[in-house]
């Protein structure tokens, strides 16, 4: 009777298991909704993927990201044309039948077959990312059904690229990381300049930036990088093609050192260098000119509908100025609406209260700080709001202001784009139209690498883009989300961090050959790289071991001992090898040190350097020097001498 019993309650227990059906699958961001259903659809290379008219370069794009991340590519073929009656992934545009009237909205079914319908394409490329982030953690998809759209239209990040150069190579990469995530807009701060005060006062020493190539005033891009009219064009056709939005940024009538590099007559005497003469005629002829440049003609540098053109952190020290500042924002407010784009600017107009009109209507304002533009004034003088908070999403790496990387607890359990601030706007506003983070290279010149860079941004884009496309509509915690966000990678094929959530020994070589290549390109922070090493004679620069992003030498450039480079940075680690003595070598790096040990003993720490350089008019403000390393394996060097017993370990 007792087993009969037991037999019972278990049929009933897995009868209700049965019936709660799969739990809501982790993806970043968060599912909206999700009933689920019982077993898997297996994706495979088996797999087909169907297509309507809207929807073929979205299928494409999803068997090529598959075979990037899983390894191979499920066949791809027009809906009209399948005969395969199972292991069909559908991909479809039908606007009102999506469970959401939402633009970004779509509904996924996943059963015997799996369906997407969306409102637009761009539904149906975020319905990929789901399943795709679902097929990294497993290919076996939990069968059930969604309907998932954003609390935000605007979703995204800001990256100065004027005092710190990153090749298109990079931010292309960015653009996979920030869809992978559902983040939709990409802001790009092409022009600024280091700070005097760290320079000597002296302009001339000051570093600045502009990263677009000029071809009505040749030698204003700069000549430590810049990108070509033509490539910054693909680049940002591209990024549509992925869900993207390039927001290209100009900023002045501040932060314009470039300008004065380039003729010193836009520069202004009285404000500082950086800041452009707003009473010299010349200025407005050369910034017609430069705009028309980029806007202007069918196929324009600046593809988008979008474009920035700045106005922050202009001096307010008299009313004159303020009142010409207020002039000059409403007159590039209005040039570059005339080219048919949608101008935006950063808030600046409560810092410059005055009596000259700017124009509103139409206008998206990135509210910052509120000190500089309070946002409930600018609402209601009708500006639309872009919600970027200095205080809460402002990255400068290593500066010692503002945030080294995001608090990215506070900002899950109590932030959205909905607070801007210490003020609070209705998220269903429609003139609240999202939010971004940024990262600033405010200190140009400390020794910051792009995996540096990109460790901070990766860092903080999983738990914001929860915060931006879900709200306040998270059912997990931060501990939560926190221990299962390991399980979704940067983007598919994307892996510039090289970061290894699993412990243990990832390669392990008895003999090393000149020239070989290695399984692995790189290994990211938390590290342990060692080896025997039989050092010959090597001239100066010869290289161990080189990856995508930095080199290892056997003897550096600068010392000829051990040490390493990358972005245009070149590091000793203080230590020659003998010749014809092996020793053991093991290098440690995080992201904050890089460290040598010879036979077991720590022989050079390379931590950040601070001070570095001190301001001459606020010694409070001082620059540091970073000093990190993403140890490079892809390809051994050909050097006199001998590798053996390499071990890469993560810790």
């Not at 088996?46 to 370069?57: G, L, R, Y």
């Not at 509904?107 to 990294?136: D, F, H, Y």
């Not at 600046?348 to 700017?358: F, I, R, S, Y």
């Not at 992201?591 to 601070?610: A, F, K, M």
Request: with cysteine.
């Amino acid at each position: 009777m007792q087993r009969k019993f037991a037999l019972i309650l278990c049929a009933l227990f897995c009868t209700l298991a049965a019936a709660a059906g799969n739990p809501k699958p982790f993806v970043i961001p968060e599912l909206v909704s999700w009933e689920g259903g019982n077993g898997h659809f297996t994706l495979s290379s088996a797999t087909v993927i169907t297509h309507d008219e809207a929807t073929a370069a979205v299928a494409e794009r999803f068997a090529a990201e598959c075979q990037e991340l899983l390894g191979f590519a499920p066949q791809v073929v027009p809906a009209k044309r399948n005969r395969q009656k199972s292991g069909v992934i559908s991909l479809a545009v039908t606007p009102g039948k999506c469970g959401t009237d939402n633009a970004e909205g779509y509904a996924l079914s996943i059963g015997r077959n799996v369906r997407v319908c969306a409102n637009e394409p761009l539904g149906a490329i975020w319905a990929t990312k789901t399943l795709l982030q679902m097929a990294e953690q497993s290919t076996a998809l939990p069968c059930g059904s969604a309907v998932d759209y954003p609390a935000f239209p605007m979703r995204g990040f800001m990256l100065d690229v004027a005092r710190k150069y990153f090749d298109l190579s990079y931010l292309e990469d960015l653009v996979k990381v920030l869809a992978y995530y559902k983040m939709n807009t990409f802001q790009v701060h092409l022009n600024d300049n280091g700070m005097q005060e760290l320079f000597e006062n002296d302009w001339t020493k000051t570093p600045s930036g502009f990263r677009i190539e000029s071809k009505t005033f040749p030698g204003l891009a700069s000549k430590d990088g810049h990108y070509t009219q033509e490539a910054f064009r693909e680049f940002q056709k591209e990024a549509l093609r992925q869900g993207i939005t390039i927001i290209p940024e100009i900023d002045t009538p501040a932060h314009t050192l470039s300008f004065s590099h380039y003729k010193p007559s836009l520069g202004s005497d009285i404000y500082g260098k950086d800041h452009m003469d707003l009473f010299n005629p010349e200025g407005y002829e050369f910034l017609d000119a430069l705009w028309r440049e980029y806007l202007s003609g069918d196929d324009p540098v600046f593809v988008g509908k979008k474009v920035h053109i700045g106005t922050d952190e202009y001096s307010n020290k008299d009313s004159l100025v303020v009142e010409q500042f207020r002039a000059f924002t409403d007159r590039y407010l209005r040039y570059v609406e005339s080219f048919g784009k949608e101008p935006m600017l950063w808030g600046a107009l409560t810092h410059a209260k005055g009596a000259t009109p700017v124009k509103s209507d139409g206008i998206l304002m990135n509210c910052w700080y509120n000190g500089y533009a309070d946002p409930k004034e600018m609402y209601a003088l009708g500006y639309d709001i872009l919600s970027v908070p200095d205080d809460q999403v402002y990255i400068v790496p290593a500066a010692g202001y503002y945030h080294d990387y995001l608090d990215t607890k506070t900002l899950y359990e109590s932030w959205t784009p909905a607070n801007v601030g210490n003020q609070t706007f209705d998220p269903a506003d429609p003139r609240l139209k999202g939010g971004l983070f940024a990262l600033w290279n405010d200190h140009a010149g400390n020794g910051i690498s792009v995996q540096d860079v990109h460790h901070r941004i990766f860092d903080a884009v999983a738990p914001l883009s929860v915060k931006m496309w879900n709200g306040a509509r998270t059912s997990l915690t931060y501990d939560e989300f926190t221990a299962l966000r390991p399980r979704i990678g940067e983007a598919p094929g994307v892996d510039i961090l090289s970061l290894h959530p699993e412990k243990g020994v990832l390669l392990s070589k008895k003999e090393i050959s000149h020239g070989e290549r290695l399984p692995l390109k790189q290994v990211g922070w938390n590290y342990r790289v060692e080896f025997t090493l039989t050092a010959g004679q090597n001239p100066g620069g010869t290289v161990l071991f080189k990856g995508p992003y930095s080199t290892f030498y056997i003897n550096n450039p600068l010392d000829g001992r051990l040490g390493f480079s990358r972005d245009g940075y070149t590091y000793s680690l203080g230590y020659a090898p003998p010749a014809g003595k092996p020793v053991r070598i093991a290098v440690e790096g995080d992201n904050r040190s890089t460290r040598l040990y010879v036979d077991g003993e720590l022989t050079r720490t390379l931590d950040i350097v601070c001070p570095y350089r001190v301001s001459v008019t606020r010694p409070a403000m001082i620059m540091s020097y970073v000093q990190t390393l993403v140890f490079p394996l892809e390809e051994v060097g050909k050097f006199d001498g001998r590798i053996s017993d390499l071990e890469v370990t993560v810790r």
